[in-house]
């Protein structure tokens, strides 16, 4: 069984910077894969990206490429994702997620979520 808890979210102008924690706590072998996500007012939620905890192997989504990093510390189990040049798109409650398995990490069907943090950019 794994918890994750989610936080650094806050409200940021465009352009801005913000890093987000989720802080894994149980199995690391449940923690293979992690990832992020977001969900906007009104909105069904979004892939952002995920890590291979192992190996620090990571995909993005398109919307994100280039200004979003994720990146994980195996000796706090902590995932991260450095947010950089944010835009009001980006405007959402992030989630992060974990899986042991490729496979249900790839469609979105992550097994253990946490409960979110929220993320504003005003124009």
């Excluded at 620090?56 to 989504?61: D, N, W």
Aim: charge should be neutral; proline fraction near 2%; glycine fraction near 12%.
């Amino acid at each position: 069984s794994v918890q994750l808890v989610e936080s650094g979210g806050g409200t940021v102008q465009t352009g801005g910077s913000l890093r987000l924690s989720c802080v894994a706590s149980g199995s690391t072998f449940d923690t293979r894969y992690m990832g992020w996500f977001r969900q906007a007012p009104g909105k069904e939620r979004e892939w952002v990206a995920r890590i291979y905890t192992v190996n620090g192997g990571a995909v993005y989504a398109e919307s994100v490429k280039g200004r979003f990093t994720i990146f994980h510390s195996s000796t706090k189990n902590t995932l991260y994702l450095q947010m950089n040049s944010l835009e009001p798109e980006d405007t959402g409650t992030y989630y992060c997620a974990a899986d042991a398995w490729l496979e249900r990490a790839s469609r979105a069907e992550y097994t253990y979520w946490g409960h979110g943090t929220q993320v504003t950019v005003s124009s």
